[in-house]
């Protein structure tokens, strides 16, 4: 969205580029991704840059507020509830939409994740992107950074390492979720193991002996002191997989995140939020008035589903009556957001763009105000909606990273 930097590269662009950032990409991880990656960094201007972030931290202090977290944590099943709940998570996620209002850039709410994600592919992504931006005319010269409050890359992976590691010793670690090698994150798994040293571990493969949970590695049986969980909940409903142990055990294990922040910052949370930022949401079981103009005005969106699943899009009457009265209180109908087709392709047509703005907090005992607002990534779409399933046939779509010149 700057327009210099964006000039800049399509004047420059070929096909070799983006190919030599994946073959960059690939020399670092060693894994290469399983899903699209986009031909292009986002240019982030000054303006934009700093807009993102204060939303992001105004929605995090809302959230934060005694009184909603009360009401969000009614969003915890009972047969998922672990004990042992922290009062902020050690990472959250923040999902926002490039919008146009009053002829300027500015953000909306998508969606919230007590969760983790793709931290540490991120990093490698960005370090590509940025070699490769190195010579191109018009562009400054000099490296290229996608980290927030003042970090650069070794105080990221530093605060990094801090939220995932604690204070263990990184074989007591593990990163923990179903089949991790089957997941399309399978390349952040492989990058967070090339930072942190951090190793993917199935639960279904743990052993448990009272409290204590343990992995084996080379013939050895490992106590596990503390998990990086990744376990999607719907993923894990919907395998129907047996683990060695219940979520609502009393482990002697610490969590990062907490499992329950995955039910409490999530979609769940949208309607509780007041802020210029956030489209209007409702719970399906709140709703008195079917709005006449559901189908063109709104989205219907499971709560608790990721990569879009579930999401309708063109809702009718019809749908909605046909979720049942139990199953509706896990459903809402959201305002549409019109993302703003703002970064201009190679070919000239517009893409829409969604950035996460990822937050860190690096100590057991601290609270939202020191959540560190660490880095990005974002979401490239020319269909209807972000996702791969979306954007089949589509060039200039994908992941990608949001950049700035470094020290600026």
């Known amino acids: 969205m700057h327009p210099r930097f964006r000039t800049a590269y399509n004047a420059a662009f070929t096909a070799e580029l983006p190919e030599r950032q994946r073959s960059m990409l690939l020399d670092r991880i060693g894994v ?12 982030l201007t000054e303006e934009l840059a700093e807009s993102l972030a204060r939303t992001a931290r105004e929605i995090i202090a809302q959230l934060a507020e ?3 977290t009360t009401r969000m944590l009614k969003a915890i099943p009972s047969r998922w509830n672990v004990p042992g709940m922290d009062t902020f998570p050690s990472l959250l996620q923040v999902d926002l939409a490039v919008v146009r209002e009053d002829g300027r850039l500015v953000p909306k709410l998508i969606e919230l994740q007590g969760f983790p994600s793709l931290s540490a592919f991120e990093v490698f992504q960005a370090e590509a992107w940025s070699d490769c931006l190195q010579g191109i005319p018009g562009l400054p010269e000099g490296s290229w950074s996608p980290y927030f409050s003042g970090l650069d890359r070794d ?5 990094f390492r801090r939220v995932v590691l604690g204070k263990r010793d990184p074989e007591n670690v593990i990163l923990m979720d179903l089949f991790p090698e089957r997941q399309k994150t399978w390349v ?4 967070t193991t090339r930072l942190l040293g951090v190793e993917p ?7 448990k002996e009272g409290r204590r949970l343990y992995r084996r590695k080379d013939g050895r049986r490992i106590p596990v002191e503390r998990i990086y969980n990744r376990v999607v909940f719907d993923e894990l ?6 683990l060695p142990f219940d979520f609502r055990d009393d482990l002697d294990v610490e969590w990062v995140p907490h499992p329950n922040w995955y039910w409490v910052y999530s979609k769940y949370s949208l309607p509780l939020l007041d802020h210029p930022a956030v489209p209007k949401a409702t719970y399906l079981s709140d709703l008195t008035d079917v709005p006449p103009d559901l189908t063109e005005r709104f989205v219907l969106k499971p709560l608790f589903s990721f990569a879009g699943g579930g999401v309708n899009i063109e809702p009718t009457r019809r749908d909605l009556e046909s979720i049942p009265d139990g199953e509706r ?6 305002e549409k957001i019109a993302y703003d087709p703002c970064l201009v392709a190679g070919d000239g047509g517009g893409v829409k763009v969604e950035i996460r703005m990822m937050f860190y907090r690096p100590h057991d005992d601290a609270g939202p105000a020191d959540a560190v607002l660490g880095l990005n990534l974002c979401r490239l779409s ?3 909606m972000l996702g791969v399933d979306f954007n089949k046939g589509f060039t200039w779509v994908g992941s990608s990273v949001a950049l700035c010149p470094s020290g600026r």
Do not use: Y
Request: aromatic share 10%; glycine share 4%.
């Open 32 to 43: 290469a991704p399983a899903f699209p990656l986009a031909e292009t960094p986002v240019f």
């Open 66 to 68: 005694p009184a909603r």
């Open 155 to 159: 105080r990221f992976v530093d605060l």
């Open 188 to 191: 952040d798994f492989a990058a």
């Open 201 to 207: 571990v199935c639960p279904t493969s743990l052993e």
């Open 237 to 242: 409903i919907r395998e129907g997989s047996t």
């Open 329 to 334: 209180d896990r459903w809402c109908l959201q």
């Open 382 to 384: 020319r269909g209807k």
